[in-house]
Nanobody, 124 residues
């Protein structure tokens, strides 16, 4: 089970940190990711950290502004979001999977476990 927190309403240019806590064991064996979905749009990839070698990947739209990190001891994955813009508005979902291959890290269909989502709204 994945549970996100940290969403909210902020102004453009602000920062926000999201957190996702996983229940169960073996967290270090999971690739973890963040996706988001804006109203009327499909769910899109934001960032991910592969289970091995701490390889990370970011969507071009967030590169340099967002940072994904994990704490295996606390079964937690975080997303630090800086310099937010209204285009970042949406529901942010945490996802995890233990069998995903690196080439599929940005494909939402490859993830078996999802959180309920947390709303992020950025006003202009």
């Amino acid at each position: 089970q994945l549970v996100e927190s940290g969403g909210g309403l902020v102004q453009a240019g602000a920062s926000l940190a999201l957190s996702c806590v996983a229940s169960g064991g073996g967290f270090r064996r999971y690739t973890v990711a963040w996706f988001r979905q804006a109203p009327g749009r499909e769910r899109e990839f934001v960032a991910a950290e592969f289970r091995s070698y701490r390889v990370t990947r970011y969507a071009d739209s967030v590169k340099g502004r967002f940072t994904i990190s994990r704490d295996n001891a606390k079964n937690t994955v975080s997303l630090q979001m800086n310099t937010l813009s209204p285009e970042d508005t949406g529901v942010y979902y945490c996802a995890a999977d233990s069998t995903i291959i690196q080439s599929s890290i940005a494909d939402s269909r490859a993830y078996d476990y999802w959180g309920q989502g947390t709303q992020v709204t950025v006003s202009s």
